[in-house]
């Protein structure tokens, strides 16, 4: 069983502006196990900084349930989310002024969040000197940042959140005032960081070079958690294809939604723009996926019209009614409850858009999916 370290469960969070009220995450869910290191993209206005923001202790959801190292982050009083904040996460920032005080030296950046911590000064000494030279600046202690280049100020930040030791290392657009050879220095140095030191790492980024080092990439859409993309254990042969939304090679990452426990799920942006599913669509049960037609495209199966089952939903015999499910205009929809009893999703599936039709396929079948679901294709959509 994985030991995790994050868990949002159903985390929900409005801001009010005025007389408006601005849902930024609505039903996220994550979970992150100890040591991974994880990238979070998504669009402007998605949710991702919100989320850094509440795993960082520094705003509270709105509801929903959200725990780090064993902390329930919903029920600390302030003394107690100081000390979270101090102790069990640290934070690296896109701009350099918010990680380091520019009049103290860059030793003494790094001393202070232990000083804070109450420790002493023989140690802290100590363990400053042994973290610049972790990142490769113990020759520059005495310096200020201001007398640093722009990848050495965020390898000091990094010193400096990993001062005091955290469980997380949270990280908002780590690289995006950097140039590309920094930028990879950069990350490299912090994947290296990650495995020596095992501290799990959650990056914010745009960048698809960040996104293609490290364990998962996560994306978030209108405040969920909507892909999911993981580098696979053994490359694949030439595709040609990449992921939908970072961009990764098909043939170094594997992509896949997430399906929640009652069978919500969000289809990504390009299976809405392929297939004109227009709010509905009509759920076919295969022997080992699922398919999507928009509704009434397809020939409904004979053996329901000759059954005497009835409708899932409110029990309507299947002889006159056959059922539909709704899809928002983002891409949203649930799945029947049969669709998840009868195919082991286990919390995620993998897209194929086919000519006429959206297929779910479940994870553990990938191997098989892409011969499967071509053959699977082309019968259907001869009809």
């Known amino acids: 069983m994985q030991d995790l370290l994050i868990i949002c469960d159903n985390l929900i969070k409005i801001y009010k502006v005025d007389d408006l009220e601005v849902v930024a995450l609505q039903g996220l869910d994550l979970e992150v196990a100890r040591g991974e290191m994880i990238a979070i993209v998504g669009a402007s206005g998605s949710g991702k900084s919100t989320l850094l923001n509440i795993l960082g202790g520094l705003d509270n959801p709105s509801a929903g349930r959200v725990t780090v190292a064993g902390h329930d982050l919903t029920r600390l009083n302030e003394r107690q989310r100081t000390r979270y904040r101090g102790l069990i996460v640290g934070h690296v920032w896109q701009q350099s002024g918010r990680n380091?005080?520019?009049?103290?030296?860059?030793?003494?950046?790094?001393?202070?969040?232990?000083?804070?911590?109450?420790?002493?000064a023989s140690r802290y000494k100590r363990r400053t000197r042994e973290l610049l030279e972790i990142v490769g600046l113990g020759d520059m202690a005495r310096k200020k940042p201001d007398q640093l280049s722009g990848g050495e100020q965020q390898r000091v930040a990094l010193a400096v959140a990993l001062a005091n030791e955290p469980s997380l290392l949270l990280a908002d657009e780590p690289t995006g005032e950097l140039d590309s050879a920094t930028t990879q220095e950069i990350i490299s140095f912090m994947r290296g960081l990650n495995k020596e030191m095992g501290v799990t790492i959650l990056i914010v980024t745009h960048d698809v070079a960040v996104a293609s080092v490290v364990d998962r990439t996560l994306a978030i859409r209108d405040g969920r958690t909507s892909t999911e993309t993981v580098r696979r254990n053994q490359p694949l042969l030439a595709t040609g294809g990449a992921s939908v939304v970072v961009g990764l090679p098909g043939?170094?990452?594997?992509?896949?939604?997430?399906?929640?426990?009652?069978?919500?799920?969000?289809?990504?942006?390009?299976?809405?723009?392929q297939v004109a599913l227009r709010g509905r669509a009509d759920v076919r049960i295969a022997s080992d996926h699922v398919e999507l037609w928009p509704s009434g495209l397809h020939e409904h199966d004979q053996d329901a019209e000759q059954s005497d089952g009835s409708s899932a939903v409110i029990g309507l015999s299947l002889r006159l009614h056959y059922e539909t499910i709704l899809v928002d205009r983002v891409g949203r929809l649930q799945l029947p409850r049969e669709t998840l009893e009868r195919v082991p999703f286990n919390g995620r599936a993998q897209v194929r858009i086919a000519s006429y039709h959206v297929e779910l396929w479940p994870m553990s079948v990938e191997s098989n999916m892409p011969e499967q679901a071509g053959q699977h294709a082309g019968r259907k959509d001869e009809k």
């Open 100 to 120: 380091l005080l520019a009049d103290l030296t860059i030793a003494d950046n790094v001393d202070l969040p232990q000083i804070f911590k109450g420790v002493s």
């Open 251 to 273: 043939e170094t990452h594997q992509e896949s939604i997430f399906i929640d426990r009652v069978g919500i799920l969000q289809l990504p942006a390009e299976a809405m723009e």
